[in-house]
């Protein structure tokens, strides 16, 4: 009896295994068909088709960011933060005294940093109300970060990069030799900052506010650095120049693009490097320095790339148009807005993603399945 029971459980365990294994192989399988669908634009199975917009009082230097929750948040030239959820609804509106050109940084707990035109970085509550307020000596047009400890660091037009403790007071001031004008701070896994400069330098230093090192490029520094997984570090300048630094700050190697670089590089999981460079192209660089291909978009690309989930790279121009590049560098889908794009892209469920512009617009997409021919 118990030798039939044992041998009908071990069946029944084997029978739902089985079952598990192929729902888990048929949608491993699904989701690499339709990432070669898509990437390789044979009869995409879905397209990209507008959802929704929210329009704000004045132009989006702003990009969005997200809340674990699924809010999301955005700074306007009309001084206003705005929450908005999934569906384009306003949740509310903070304002501030000067025009946000900062982009948002959600920290573990829900809060809110951004900084303002009015020389201050703002800490707010998922509800909207302020916590606290930190002034500097110069317009913030540089976007906050938060490391691991809950310390916040950004940059101000006085020259200065702040680090300000969780409760909104001064941990460390350290100064650069020129305005930290819309360059953003960066964070290594060992926790060192890095900072570009007006006064044509990328700085690294550590989290007691001394620095480990300089390098110096010949043109100012908006770029924010992006890191690969052996350290390297990536970065662009107005000289045109990508450049790639070792750890201890020794140049690794440099490339010329065709004009000023503004943008901020993205590394990829095998290594690529991705920038886009005022020449209007958005370029992929080899981790040895090598152009592997380079995309002409119509205008500007002062967008920092982003990644879907196939992998493809998603990014903005000044000629109005967002673009879906294939990491073989083609062109999967393009989507023309009512304006230049500044911002970087935000990508959300189910492939949706978020952008806002210089119409005052902040913009939702969505996939549509096309799963039928098309009769003409």
């Not at 809010?71 to 009309?78: A, H, I, K, L, N």
Request: positive net charge; contains cysteine.
């Amino acid at each position: 009896m118990h030798k039939l029971s044992l041998t009908r459980i071990l069946l029944f365990s084997i029978a739902i295994n089985s079952i598990f294994i192929k729902k888990s192989v048929a949608s491993h399988n699904a989701i690499n068909f339709e990432r070669f669908l898509r990437t390789k634009q044979r009869n995409i199975p879905f397209k990209m088709i507008f959802d929704w917009n929210i329009t704000t009082g004045s132009i989006l230097y702003s990009s969005i960011a997200k809340s674990t929750n699924g809010v999301m948040y955005v700074g306007s030239f009309d001084q206003k933060l705005y929450a908005f959820d999934r569906k384009g609804n306003i949740l509310w509106n903070v304002f501030t005294d000067g025009a946000i050109y900062s982009s948002p940084f959600v920290d573990k707990n829900g809060i809110i940093y951004f900084g303002s035109t009015d020389k201050k970085l703002y800490a707010i509550y998922p509800n909207g109300k302020k916590k606290w307020e930190f002034l500097t000596e110069g317009d913030i047009y540089s976007s906050p970060v938060v490391d691991q400890q809950g310390t916040v660091y950004v940059g101000s037009n006085d020259g200065n990069l702040y680090a300000v403790n969780e409760n909104g007071s001064k941990k460390w001031v350290f100064k650069t030799n020129a305005p930290i004008y819309s360059a953003s701070p960066s964070i290594d896994k060992l926790g060192n900052i890095y900072i570009g400069s007006n006064d044509n330098k990328l700085y690294s230093i550590n989290k007691n506010g001394i620095k480990n090192w300089e390098f110096e490029t010949e043109g100012y520094v908006y770029s924010s650095p992006d890191f690969a997984k052996d350290g390297t570090i990536y970065f662009g300048s107005y000289d045109s120049n990508i450049y790639a630094l070792n750890p201890n700050g020794t140049k690794k190697w440099q490339y010329k693009t065709g004009r000023m670089i503004y943008s901020s590089p993205k590394v990829d999981e095998n290594g690529t490097i991705y920038i886009g460079s005022y020449d209007h192209k958005l370029y992929a660089m080899n981790p040895d320095g090598t152009k592997k291909w380079d995309f002409e978009c119509g205008g500007t690309v002062y967008s920092k790339p982003q990644f879907n989930r196939f992998g493809n790279i998603l990014v903005g121009s000044f000629d109005y148009k967002v673009y879906e590049i294939s990491p073989e560098g083609k062109l999967v889908w393009s989507h023309k807005l009512g304006g230049p794009i500044y911002s970087n892209i935000l990508t959300g469920d189910n492939d949706a993603f978020y952008v806002s512009g210089f119409d005052h617009k902040i913009y939702a997409f969505k996939k549509k399945f096309d799963l039928l021919p098309s009769i003409d």
